[in-house]
């Protein structure tokens, strides 16, 4: 979508027009569920991140006061996608203590792992969580180190840093 034709169906969306709003999701939703997939590799919870992020979007779209549209739906992905980290860290400390207790009673556990993807997607899945972010922010996201380091409140130098050593490590274990 171009800058103009963002803002007249943001303003829609904000006049209260559903066919405005569902052209946002339609010009979005692609791009934003493939950026969320390349994030977990996990289809299911892919859906799920897209769904809460249109829901945050409907919510939130009058705080939008203008600059890049796509810099701001970024933000809100990324800030749904952490919101995710951490509730996924809760139950995995809850997990934990189950499977301890459940070890220590004599019970069996299993710990197959169900990730199965693509070889760029199992090395991206080998960095941490942040650098895999501002990897696919800068290349599949296609925005700025600018607009990444003013997303994350960060200096430009950090962002390009991360990135690099980032790249670099995918560089290094795809070679082998």
């Not at 796509?70 to 919101?83: G, M, P, Q, V």
């Amino acid at each position: 979508m171009e800058l103009r034709e963002i803002a007249e169906t943001i303003a829609a969306c904000r006049a209260g027009r559903a066919d405005a709003f569902e052209k946002l999701i339609a010009a979005y939703s692609a791009r934003m569920y493939a950026y969320f997939l390349r994030l977990t590799g996990d289809a299911s919870l892919s859906d799920d991140l897209l769904s809460d992020l249109f829901i945050k979007l409907f919510e939130r779209l009058e705080t939008y006061s203008g600059g890049s549209f796509e810099k701001w739906l970024f933000t809100i992905a990324s800030n749904s996608f952490y919101d995710h980290l951490r509730r996924r860290r809760r139950q995995e400390r809850l997990k934990d203590t189950v499977k301890q207790r459940l070890e220590e009673s004599g019970e069996g556990v299993d710990d197959a792992d169900p990730f199965v993807g693509d070889e760029l997607q199992h090395q991206m899945a080998s960095l941490d969580e942040e650098t895999r972010e501002l990897i696919l922010l800068r290349f599949y996201g296609d925005l700025s180190f600018k607009e990444i380091a003013e997303m994350r409140k960060m200096p430009v130098g950090t962002i390009l840093s991360k990135v690099h050593r980032g790249l670099r490590k995918l560089r290094e274990q795809m070679k082998e």
